[in-house]
């Protein structure tokens, strides 16, 4: 079985490093293309600050502190270096998307934010006068709000459900003494999804923390008995209507998950979106037990009795396995193996195993 496991991941990771590249190369097209609408935006920008320029310059005119002749050269000093700007400005982009297409796409140009997540537009009005003499005015606007952020990092709260039973050493799942579709098991707890690498969301790193609750339901009227440190089945003594071994776990699963994604890109936010995406998970867990329990339902006399009997069933208190999960969006089919036995110093090892389905919410 490890060795199928193994194999499938080999097959998993390059067909990641091939999708890898495929997405690394629809990104940095993408950011070739947002470039080019910078182009468009680089003529409207100068054109703004020109405004605030000849505005400032009519007030100084209003107030009597130029003359209309000085006026006039302002603007058109302002005029002339907006106009250089914008020529300036383009052949810096159109260079910068020829930079992007010789490296495929491994430089881009950064923007800063100021303290506020505000891009400022910035206005020095240092123009000469025909005489020689200069005017210096130096004024900063806040512009349109860009966020640029990229959240490399997203959290979600899992739920699992499913069937549980138990791989016992020389026999097979048919011939297992508990319940096929009565043993089930239930997991809750909270993930975080990380990308891997810089410029593809194809490959993440998907890690938290579970609380899993694996039930055991036997058959033909059993329940478990500790004996001379041996944990065994025998038949009870009056007729059972429910016998369960539960076994509390805490433990930490680590994944490596694969599969497509849509980008998003606005001009506040860039995000990676698996919204109705397949996706492929690979990975493990491990924790510790924190408690085993057997509920005990029977009439005896006449009376309905309930024993809830907290005895430690002699279970391991290390819990390590394998896991993984296959779906589309938040609904995942899911299984989970325990390397670990669940009985310690068994003479016959069982190892616990799950089917169900996962929500990521």
């Given at each position: 079985?490890?060795?199928?496991?193994?194999?499938?991941?080999?097959?998993?990771?390059?067909f990641a490093v091939?999708q890898?590249s495929?997405q690394?190369?629809e990104d940095?097209?993408?950011?070739?293309?947002?470039?080019k609408?910078?182009?468009?935006?680089?003529a409207e920008?100068e054109?703004?600050?020109?405004?605030?320029e000849?505005?400032?310059?009519?007030?100084?005119?209003?107030?009597?502190q130029?003359?209309?002749?000085?006026?006039?050269?302002?603007k058109?000093?302002a005029a002339?270096?907006?106009?250089?700007?914008?020529e300036?400005?383009?052949?810096?982009?159109?260079?910068?998307?020829l930079?992007?297409?010789?490296?495929?796409?491994?430089?881009?140009k950064a923007?800063?934010?100021?303290?506020?997540?505000?891009?400022?537009l910035?206005?020095?009005?240092?123009l000469?006068r025909?005489?020689g003499s200069?005017v210096l005015w130096?004024g900063?606007r806040r512009?349109k709000k860009?966020?640029?952020?990229?959240r490399?990092?997203?959290s979600?709260f899992?739920?699992?459900v499913?069937?549980?039973?138990?791989?016992?050493d020389g026999?097979?799942?048919?011939?297992?003494?508990?319940?096929?579709?009565?043993s089930?098991?239930f997991?809750?707890g909270w993930?975080?999804?990380?990308?891997v690498?810089?410029?593809?969301?194809f490959?993440r790193?998907?890690?938290?923390?579970?609380f899993?609750f694996?039930g055991?339901?036997?058959k033909?009227?059993q329940?478990?008995?500790?004996?001379?440190?041996?944990?065994?089945?025998?038949?009870?003594?009056?007729?059972?209507?429910?016998?369960k071994?539960r076994?509390d776990?805490l433990?930490?699963?680590?994944?490596?998950?694969f599969?497509?994604?849509k980008?998003?890109?606005?001009?506040k936010t860039?995000r990676?979106?698996l919204?109705?995406?397949?996706r492929?998970?690979?990975g493990a867990?491990?924790?510790?037990?924190?408690?085993?329990?057997?509920?005990?339902?029977?009439?005896?006399?006449g009376?309905?009795?309930k024993?809830?009997?907290?005895r430690?069933?002699?279970t391991?208190d290390?819990?390590?396995?394998?896991?993984?999960?296959?779906g589309f969006d938040?609904?995942?089919?899911y299984?989970?193996?325990?390397l670990n036995?669940?009985f310690?110093?068994a003479?016959i090892e069982q190892?616990?195993?799950s089917?169900g389905?996962?929500?990521?919410l």
């Amino acid at each position: 079985m490890r060795v199928i496991i193994i194999y499938l991941i080999v097959v998993l990771i390059s067909f990641a490093v091939q999708q890898s590249s495929a997405q690394t190369d629809e990104d940095y097209r993408g950011k070739v293309e947002l470039l080019k609408k910078q182009k468009d935006q680089i003529a409207e920008q100068e054109k703004e600050a020109l405004k605030i320029e000849v505005e400032e310059i009519n007030k100084r005119y209003e107030k009597n502190q130029i003359s209309f002749e000085e006026a006039k050269d302002l603007k058109e000093s302002a005029a002339k270096k907006r106009a250089l700007n914008i020529e300036n400005r383009i052949a810096i982009v159109e260079n910068e998307i020829l930079l992007l297409e010789r490296n495929n796409g491994n430089v881009l140009k950064a923007e800063a934010l100021d303290s506020t997540g505000y891009r400022a537009l910035e206005i020095n009005l240092d123009l000469i006068r025909k005489d020689g003499s200069s005017v210096l005015w130096e004024g900063k606007r806040r512009m349109k709000k860009e966020l640029k952020y990229d959240r490399r990092t997203y959290s979600d709260f899992v739920l699992a459900v499913g069937l549980n039973n138990a791989l016992i050493d020389g026999q097979s799942i048919n011939e297992s003494p508990y319940k096929i579709g009565g043993s089930r098991f239930f997991e809750m707890g909270w993930s975080w999804r990380t990308r891997v690498f810089e410029n593809t969301n194809f490959v993440r790193l998907n890690y938290g923390f579970s609380f899993q609750f694996n039930g055991l339901k036997p058959k033909d009227n059993q329940y478990f008995v500790v004996e001379n440190n041996q944990v065994e089945l025998q038949e009870f003594e009056y007729d059972l209507k429910k016998s369960k071994l539960r076994m509390d776990n805490l433990v930490f699963p680590i994944h490596l998950e694969f599969g497509p994604s849509k980008l998003h890109k606005t001009e506040k936010t860039m995000r990676y979106s698996l919204t109705n995406q397949f996706r492929v998970g690979i990975g493990a867990y491990g924790g510790f037990n924190l408690g085993t329990r057997q509920k005990l339902k029977y009439d005896r006399n006449g009376e309905n009795v309930k024993d809830k009997l907290n005895r430690g069933y002699n279970t391991n208190d290390l819990i390590y396995g394998l896991s993984a999960y296959v779906g589309f969006d938040g609904v995942l089919l899911y299984a989970k193996y325990d390397l670990n036995p669940i009985f310690q110093d068994a003479a016959i090892e069982q190892h616990n195993i799950s089917l169900g389905l996962r929500f990521d919410l």
